[in-house]
C-alpha cells in the first residue's frame, strides 16, 4: 500500500514521545513486582501456579474499561490520567508485602488495574497521533521505555526484598510520584487530546469491532501463552530449577532489557517490513528461542532468554502499530479495545500454561505454548488495512 502523503522530511518529534515514553519506564516498573515476587508470596499466601495466574486477571480486569477511556481520549483530553497513573501504580504495587491473604490481595491487584487501564487507553495513542508517519518509531521507543521499566522492576525489587524486606517496599512509591510530577510539569506542552471530531460514533466502532476483534483475539491468546506466562512464571521456574531469587531476577531483568532492544529495532523494521511479517517472523523466532531455552540443560538455558526476550517481546509495538494502522480516524478507541481484549485474554493464556504445569510439568507447558503461539498466525491475512499504511 501506499505510504503516508506526509512528506518525508517531517522531523520526528522526539521530545514529546520521550517524555511520554518516561512516564512509561516509570509506571511499567512496579507491576513487574508481581512475578518476580512470587516466590515470596506462594509460600506465604498457599498459591498454586494456577491460583497466581488467576490472579493476574484481576489486574487485567479494569482493562475492560479501556475501550471506553479510548473512546472519550479521542473526544476529550484524558492528559490527568496520564500523570497520574505512574504514582498511583506505585503505590499499590509496593503494598504486596502487607496483603495478608489472597482475597486482600485480589483487590489490591484490581485497584492496580484500574490505574494501568488509566494510563495504558490514551498513551499509545496520544504517542501516535504525535508520531505520525512514523508511527512504528514512536511505539519502538515507547514500547522499549516499558520494557526497560519491566527490566528493571524485578531487580529494583529484588534488591529491596534482600535489603530491606518486603514491608519496607513501599517506599518506592515515592519514585512513582515524582514521575506523575515532572509529568505534571511538562505534559502540559503535549496536545493530548486526540481527536475533536463529531463524526465519531460507537457506530464507526461497532463496525471497526466486528471486522477485527477475531482474528485480534486469536493473536492476543497465542502472545499470552508466551508472554504472559513467561512474565508471570519465568522467576518462579527459574527458582525450581535450583537457581536463587537474585539471579531469578537478574536473568529476568536480562530477558526484559533484550525486549528492550526488540522493542527499539522491529517497531522501526515495521515501518519498511510491514506490520504482519514483522509479527509472523518474530512470533516464529521467539517459538524457536522457547524450545531451545527448554530442551537445554540447567545452567545454560538461560542464555536462550537473551534472544527469547529479543524476539518476544518486541510483537507488541508492532502490535499497537497495526492497531493504529487499522483504525487512522479513531485511534485512541482502537487502541483502547486492543489493550482491553490483550489484558483481559492475558490472563487466560497465562492459567492455561499454569494448569499445565501444574498438571504435567512446565516443560510441557512452555513446548504447548510455543506450538500453540505459531498456530495462530494463520489470521494475520485478516488483519489487512483498508486504505492506509503497507503491505505486509
Known amino acids: 500500500m501506499a505510504r503516508s502523503s506526509r512528506p518525508p522530511s517531517t522531523r520526528f518529534p522526539y521530545a514529546a514521545v520521550l517524555l511520554i515514553s518516561f512516564g512509561h519506564f516509570i509506571h511499567d516498573i512496579f507491576p513487574a513486582f508481581y512475578g518476580v515476587l512470587l516466590p515470596k508470596l506462594a509460600p506465604a499466601l498457599g498459591l498454586t501456579r494456577a491460583t497466581a495466574g488467576l490472579l493476574t486477571f484481576a489486574r487485567q480486569a479494569p482493562a475492560a474499561l479501556n475501550p471506553f477511556l479510548g473512546y472519550w481520549a479521542d473526544r476529550i483530553s484524558l492528559r490527568w490520567f496520564v500523570i497520574l497513573a505512574p504514582g498511583l501504580t506505585a503505590t499499590g504495587m509496593t503494598l504486596l508485602g502487607w496483603m495478608p491473604d489472597v482475597p486482600s490481595l485480589a483487590v489490591l491487584l484490581l485497584v492496580v488495574g484500574v490505574s494501568v487501564a488509566l494510563f495504558h487507553a490514551p498513551a499509545p495513542a496520544l504517542v501516535a497521533r504525535v508520531s505520525h508517519p512514523y508511527t512504528g518509531r514512536g511505539m519502538s521507543l515507547f514500547m522499549a521505555a516499558g520494557e526497560l521499566g519491566r527490566a528493571v522492576g524485578p531487580v529494583i525489587a529484588v534488591a529491596t526484598v534482600h535489603w530491606l524486606g518486603m514491608r519496607r517496599l513501599p517506599a518506592l512509591a515515592l519514585l512513582g510520584w515524582l514521575a506523575s510530577a515532572v509529568l505534571a510539569w511538562r505534559l502540559a506542552t503535549v496536545e493530548a487530546t486526540l481527536a475533536r471530531r463529531t463524526g465519531l460514533s ?19 491468546l497465542g502472545r499470552a501463552a508466551i508472554v504472559g506466562a513467561l512474565g508471570t512464571y519465568l522467576a518462579w521456574y ?20 533484550a525486549g528492550v532492544a526488540g522493542a527499539l529495532t522491529l517497531g522501526t523494521v515495521s515501518d519498511f517490513l510491514g506490520r504482519r511479517r514483522t509479527v509472523a517472523l518474530s512470533t516464529v523466532l521467539a517459538a524457536g528461542f522457547l524450545l531451545a531455552f527448554v530442551m537445554t540443560p540447567v545452567p545454560w538455558n538461560v542464555w536462550w532468554l537473551l534472544p527469547l526476550g529479543f524476539t518476544a517481546l518486541a510483537i507488541q509495538p508492532v502490535m499497537l502499530a497495526l492497531v493504529q494502522d487499522l483504525a487512522p480516524d479513531h485511534r485512541a478507541t482502537a487502541n483502547g479495545i486492543y489493550l482491553a481484549m490483550s489484558f483481559l ?14 498438571r ?25 488495512p483498508a486504505a492506509v499504511g503497507r503491505e505486509g
Open 202 to 220: 460507537w457506530r464507526h466502532v461497532r463496525a471497526w469491532t466486528r471486522r477485527f476483534v477475531v482474528p485480534l483475539t486469536v493473536l492476543i
Open 345 to 358: 485474554l492475558r490472563p487466560v493464556g497465562v492459567s492455561a500454561v499454569g494448569a499445565i504445569a501444574d
Open 360 to 384: 504435567f510439568h512446565w516443560d510441557m507447558a512452555f513446548v504447548a505454548a510455543a506450538g500453540w503461539a505459531v498456530l495462530t498466525l494463520a489470521v494475520l491475512p485478516w488483519l489487512r
Open 238 to 257: 527459574l527458582t525450581e530449577r535450583g537457581l536463587p531469587l537474585t539471579r531469578a531476577g537478574f536473568w529476568v531483568a536480562g530477558y526484559e532489557l
